[in-house]
């Protein structure tokens, strides 16, 4: 079984802000997929920390997580679902946004630094390694204030922009957990985001 996560912070207040576009993809996915989330009991055999939903996919066998913790306590989730799984950290992908990346700009890479992200940070932590996928969704960097950037919503203007990301993320996802191979997947999607944009 594979794990994706994807970050963002929990309530109402939060919904559709750039620092949820985490919660945003997986949403996507699972409902192009067809499944639910499902609060954490629900989990079979399973004894961890509960501040999560998850949605189960069987082709390709996965699990879809949106730990509900707030972004920089995400690794507790994280690594008490790999425990569960038997998984190791290659074998799970996090999602998140990233105010380094030019709007609507994705990036795969099979390990690195948490660039600053808070979410990021709470995962090195807990896992003690580096060496996990991730998935950044670029969100722009402010002229004023960063903390408030990530927590305001698009505007309609990046809206369409946006959406169209937030599709062609779902779909490297599923490449990457139908085919296991990260390399492969940065190579293939890279050239579609990077179509007549500046290197």
Same mark, same amino acid.
Not at 44 to 67: I, M, N, Q, S, W
Not at 90 to 118: F, T, Y
Not at 146 to 167: K, P, S, Y
């Given at each position: 079984?594979?794990?994706?996560?994807?970050?963002?912070?929990?309530? *109402?207040?939060?919904?559709?802000?750039?620092?949820?576009?985490?919660?945003?993809?997986?949403?996507?996915?699972?409902?192009?997929?067809?499944?639910?989330?499902?609060?954490? @009991?629900?989990?079979? @055999?399973? +004894?961890?920390?509960?501040?999560?939903?998850?949605? @189960?996919?069987?082709?390709?066998?996965?699990?879809?997580?949106?730990?509900?913790?707030?972004?920089? *306590?995400?690794?507790?989730?994280?690594?008490?679902?790999?425990?569960?799984?038997?998984?190791? !950290?290659?074998?799970?992908?996090?999602?998140?946004?990233?105010?380094?990346?030019?709007?609507?700009?994705?990036?795969?890479?099979?390990?690195?630094?948490?660039? +600053?992200?808070?979410?990021?940070?709470?995962?090195?932590?807990?896992?003690?390694?580096?060496?996990?996928?991730?998935? @950044?969704?670029?969100? +722009?960097?402010?002229?004023?204030?960063?903390?408030?950037?990530?927590?305001?919503?698009?505007?309609?203007?990046?809206?369409?922009?946006?959406?169209? !990301?937030?599709?062609?993320?779902?779909?490297a996802i599923l490449a990457w957990l139908r085919e296991g191979d990260i390399e492969a997947c940065m190579t293939r999607f890279h050239s579609r985001w990077n179509q007549g944009a500046e290197q």
């Open positions: 079984m594979r794990l994706v996560f994807g970050l963002g912070n929990p309530g *109402r207040e939060y919904e559709s802000t750039r620092h949820n576009l985490g919660f945003d993809v997986l949403g996507f996915l699972a409902r192009r997929e067809g499944v639910l989330f499902e609060p954490a @009991r629900t989990l079979e @055999r399973y +004894g961890g920390p509960t501040a999560f939903e998850h949605a @189960r996919l069987f082709e390709p066998d996965a699990l879809l997580v949106k730990p509900l913790t707030f972004m920089n *306590r995400s690794g507790e989730v994280v690594s008490a679902l790999l425990g569960w799984a038997g998984a190791e !950290a290659e074998q799970c992908m996090v999602v998140v946004d990233d105010l380094d990346l030019p709007l609507a700009k994705l990036r795969i890479r099979p390990s690195g630094s948490s660039g +600053g992200h808070n979410g990021l940070k709470s995962i090195l932590s807990s896992l003690g390694t580096d060496r996990f996928p991730r998935l @950044r969704v670029g969100i +722009g960097r402010s002229q004023t204030d960063a903390a408030r950037h990530v927590l305001a919503r698009f505007t309609d203007e990046e809206r369409a922009a946006i959406d169209h !990301a937030v599709a062609e993320a779902a779909e």
